[in-house]
């Protein structure tokens, strides 16, 4: 069965310091991997999305994440933490494009400090 | 390019009354769609997913239900509300050739 772990409930880190949020998944093949934030009383919006190819992905607001096919890992990095960041990030497994359900982790809040 | 409205945006509801939560999706056609509950902005259950209209699956057994009466319509009901159903729920649409979900803003619903 698909799963996806997140496995801090919460990150804090010094506004200017790198970032990193952890995320693990079980799935069979080869996955679809995404990072979403939400913001308080907003929808989720879509961060960036491992297909294939380079194992470093590029997504939005300089966020970027790593996929480790030997680790099972896509973490979530930024160099230069902004305390705008501060938000609710999931990270979401799909065995591909056309399957039908998105597995989604529990979540991860960031708090940056200033 | 495609947008998705999700309405009421919040609403407050006495325990044993109905219930409907719209979403339509703009700009795509046939898209996969989707209705989650998010508890405690906490982590997301799915509730329903549709790949076509008048096609539902269900994923979770309770009082609620759904309908997609036309292709970009998703509608969430239910009958008789209880204080569980409380929380905030999320229409998504997923393209078929991308495979990321887009969401709407939610819906706050707060059962008395």
């Known amino acids: 069965a698909q799963s996806v772990a997140q496995p801090e409930d919460q990150v804090n880190v010094a506004e200017g310091n790198p970032l990193t949020v952890k995320c693990t998944y079980s799935v069979s093949g080869n996955p679809y991997l995404f990072w979403y934030v939400q913001y308080p009383n907003r929808g989720l919006q879509f961060l960036l999305k491992y297909i294939t190819g380079d194992n470093l992905v590029k997504g939005s607001y300089g966020f970027e994440a790593e996929f480790n096919k030997s680790q099972t890992s896509f973490h979530l990095k930024k160099p230069s933490a902004l305390v705008s960041d501060s938000a609710l990030y999931f990270c979401?497994?799909?065995?591909?494009?056309?399957?039908?359900?998105?597995?989604f982790g529990s979540g991860t809040r960031l708090s940056i400090r200033p | 390019s495609q947008t998705i409205h999700q309405w009421p945006a919040t609403l407050v509801q006495p325990v044993g009354s109905p219930l409907s939560l719209e979403c339509t999706v703009e700009g795509t056609s046939n898209p996969n769609l989707y209705w989650y509950r998010q508890a405690a902005g906490r982590g997301l259950q799915l509730l329903f997913y549709?790949?076509?209209?008048?096609?539902i699956s269900s994923e979770v057994p309770q009082n609620l239900s759904a309908s997609r009466p036309q292709d970009r319509q998703f509608i969430l009901s239910s009958k008789k509300l209880l204080l569980s159903d409380s929380g905030f729920y999320l229409c998504?649409?997923?393209?078929?050739?991308?495979?990321?979900?887009?969401f709407g803003e939610g819906s706050r619903l707060t059962v008395l």
């Open positions: 998504a649409w997923k393209g078929r050739v991308t495979g990321e979900l887009f």
């Open positions: 549709s790949v076509g209209i008048g096609q």
């Open positions: 979401a497994v799909s065995p591909d494009s056309s399957a039908s359900k998105i597995i």
